[in-house]
């Protein structure tokens, strides 16, 4: 079992402040890293994709992937309380097409 | 541009019937993977299709099937619910399912089995 992993948190974070989401994946041959947002009762958002080592910046929001450390990270400045949801990482390889998930770290931004 | 539909929203149904969901993908995407979503497990990759073939399988059993049709529109059936069966059950469309191209969901099908 290919296995991707996330603290569950909840992680609290001041609103204003970086939060720091991570996530490792146990599969070498994994090529594809995606982060997706999910409100309680919503399905999940895409917000990042990252394929590279380095960083990847969109707005608010910057993924970081380090292959050799098989550990991708999401960054969230000036977070805001409408950041509070479970943030979820997605893996794919280049040998399926299924995406292999993480079980999400909650995020609560206090005003 | 329209995103992924899934009919129905909710549905509640009993043990032993069975039950079909359905997918209308984004516009132009020919891939279309289902996955279940329970708090305990999280999302698991049920089974993906492209052009009307299966490609991938997830790690469920037999009760659990799919197809897709022409237009890219996508079904899953489970047959004989179990309690276990009660999840948010996600379709995701992607342009063709490969690892360069991103997938997005649905708003996902609540089914509760009584």
């Known amino acids: 079992q290919k296995e991707v992993e996330q603290n569950s948190g909840p992680l609290s974070v001041p609103e204003g402040a970086i939060a720091s989401l991570n996530c490792t994946y146990s599969d070498r041959v994994s090529q594809s890293f995606f982060w997706y947002r999910q409100y309680s009762g919503k399905s999940p958002e895409l917000i990042m994709s990252i394929y590279s080592n380095g960083d990847k910046e969109d707005g608010r929001f910057t993924a970081q992937l380090n292959k050799a450390s098989q550990y991708v990270s999401l960054l969230i400045r000036d977070s805001q309380p409408s950041d509070s949801a479970t943030y979820l990482c997605a893996v794919k390889t280049n040998s399926g097409y299924a995406l292999n998930f993480g079980k999400g770290t909650s995020l609560l931004v206090t005003p | 541009k329209a995103g992924v539909t899934q009919t129905p929203r909710y549905l509640i149904k009993t043990r032993g019937q069975q039950v079909t969901l359905s997918c209308s993908p984004i516009s132009g995407h020919r891939s279309v993977s289902w996955y279940q979503q329970t708090p305990g497990q999280g999302l698991q990759f049920l089974f993906e299709y492209f052009s009307e073939t299966q490609r991938n399988k997830g790690n469920f059993p037999g009760r659990f099937s799919g197809r897709q049709f022409s237009n890219s529109r996508s079904e899953m059936n489970v047959s004989t619910l179990e309690l276990g069966d009660s999840a948010l059950y996600l379709c995701?469309?992607?342009?063709?399912?490969?690892?360069?191209?991103?997938?997005?969901f649905g708003p996902g099908t609540r089914l509760t089995v009584t």
């Open positions: 995701a469309s992607s342009i063709s399912g490969s690892t360069a191209h991103e997938q997005y």
